[in-house]
């Protein structure tokens, strides 16, 4: 085999072997995501506007739960004037099925740079911690979003019925041990009520009566001898 021919080989097999690696990087136990357009219907302070995003789920583990980040890759609402730095604040019910029901709130930072007037609003990722309340498999699906600017607020409702962003299998954290069982009576504390009372000073009386009659019964032997 000539050295050329070593190299190619060589470099093959560091490409399939990065490529898997990436693939198992890629590929989360448990978790599968899948990016579905949703087309949001929104009620703005100046009439009703829709827009069509591709939205993106992913979940990291977190302690006893999961770090749920939320993507859309397209701007679904806009705005007749500029939104400054920091104006427009964005937030979503994402909607839970499958083993698990509810809905998880996420929330995201203001906008990192300003908005010019009537173009697409770019929604910042939103993120929530999710702890699950039963095991199996949970779905998480685009739910209502919000957007707060300049003392406005906009109305986003999912129109097409989105199917799952993503799923998961989850295992509930475990239930908090039962308490303690009660003492029995073998290691219960002695009871202070009435009849103990009475019985302790029935117990005194019968120390002091024996001592008195020991005492007697020493002066008595110590005259006869």
């Given at each position: ?9 060589t ?18 136990p448990g ?17 009703n506007?829709s827009?069509?995003?591709?939205i ?5 583990k977190?302690?006893?739960?999961y770090?749920?980040?939320m993507?859309?890759?397209k701007?679904?609402?806009s705005s ?6 920091g ?15 509810g809905?998880?709130?996420v929330?995201g930072?203001p ?12 929604i ?9 309340k039963?095991s199996?498999?949970?779905?998480f ?10 003392g ?7 129109a097409?019925?989105?199917?799952p ?6 295992k509930?954290?475990?239930a ?9 009576d ?12 009475a019985?302790?000073?029935?117990t ?21 001898e």
């Amino acid at each position: 085999m000539s050295y050329r021919t070593y190299q190619k080989r060589t470099a093959a097999f560091a490409l399939s072997a990065a490529l898997a690696g990436s693939a198992v990087l890629m590929a989360a136990p448990g978790a599968r995501a899948t990016v579905q357009d949703v087309n949001y219907q929104c009620k703005t302070p100046i009439g009703n506007k829709s827009a069509v995003s591709p939205i993106d789920m992913r979940s990291v583990k977190s302690g006893s739960g999961y770090k749920i980040t939320m993507t859309f890759r397209k701007g679904v609402s806009s705005s007749p004037v500029e939104l400054g730095k920091g104006a427009m604040n964005p937030s979503v019910v994402i909607e839970l099925g499958g083993a698990d029901s509810g809905s998880l709130p996420v929330s995201g930072p203001p906008n990192a740079a300003a908005i010019p007037a009537n173009t697409p609003i770019r929604i910042s990722d939103l993120s929530g911690t999710y702890t699950p309340k039963k095991s199996g498999k949970v779905t998480f699906t685009a739910g209502v979003l919000t957007i707060k600017a300049l003392g406005t607020t906009t109305t986003c409702t999912p129109a097409n019925a989105p199917k799952p962003s993503l799923e998961l299998t989850v295992k509930a954290a475990t239930a908090p041990g039962a308490a303690a069982p009660a003492p029995s009576d073998a290691t219960q504390l002695p009871q202070t009520g009435p009849e103990d009372s009475a019985l302790a000073l029935g117990t005194l009386g019968a120390t002091i009566l024996l001592t008195g009659a020991a005492g007697t019964l020493w002066l008595t032997r110590t005259r006869r001898e």
